[in-house]
T-cell receptor, first 114, second 113 residues
């Protein structure tokens, strides 16, 4: 199993540009989520999904869109990038019904918005 | 809503010394509790997890954590720190809708030779 994969690893955007961060998992996990990591603030939940076709907002959803058309993929879209979205983005997945609700994280995407 | 506080932003210990990283959470019921470690430029690695049962939890790399309901704490400990333990440590609570994680701000550990 590859686990949770994210592409790209690094990205530089100009203000106003759009892009999609890709996330895929091959563990047949029902739950997937996106977090952003900023210094001193830990990781904060952006959006999450409990299954294909179902998404919901987390703590910091503004400026981001998601969709979940398949169990495996959960892309994160920035429609008009802003410098405040400079961050490291982590995708995670977990299996419904797991006793500990343990989440598995991808390696992250480092995004810089100029 | 749940919250997690890690009071110590930076901690420096000497190699071989003992370590305790503090974590306090706020949640009405018993939460799922986790400690993650992140080395520079790397992703998150799960050290240990707790939901129920024995309140002293053993994890990987010689780490352990103790859940204290009365103090709403889940402190991470290691009896003898190695230079390779230098990293950032995050405490997290799984609770609320979807049991998604709420993280503390992290504690950066430095190890002196």
């Amino acid at each position: 199993n590859a686990g949770v994969t994210q592409t790209p690893k690094f990205q530089v955007l100009k203000t106003g540009q759009s892009m999609t961060l890709q996330c895929a998992q091959d563990m047949n996990h029902e739950y997937m989520s996106w977090y952003r990591q900023d210094p001193g603030m830990g990781l904060r939940l952006i959006h999450y999904s409990v299954g294909a076709g179902i998404t919901d907002q987390g703590e910091v959803p503004n400026g981001y869109n998601v969709s979940r058309s398949t169990t495996e993929d959960f892309p994160l879209r920035l429609l008009s990038a802003a410098p405040s979205q400079t961050s490291v983005y982590f995708c995670a997945s977990r299996k419904r019904g797991d006793l500990y609700n343990e989440q598995f994280f991808g390696p992250g995407t480092r995004l810089t918005v100029l | 809503a749940q919250s997690v506080t890690q009071p110590d932003i930076h901690i420096t210990v000497s190699e071989g010394a003992s370590l305790e990283l503090r974590c306090n959470y706020s949640y009405g019921a018993t939460p799922y509790l986790f400690w993650y470690v992140q080395s520079p430029g790397q992703g998150l690695q799960l050290l240990l997890k707790y939901f129920s049962g024995d309140t002293l939890v053993q994890g990987i790399k010689g780490f352990e954590a103790e859940f204290k309901r009365s103090q709403s704490s889940f402190n991470l400990r290691k009896p003898s720190v190695h230079w390779s333990d230098a990293a950032e440590y995050f405490c997290a609570v799984g609770a609320g809708a979807g049991n998604m994680l709420t993280f503390g701000g992290g504690t950066r550990l430095m190890v002196k030779p």
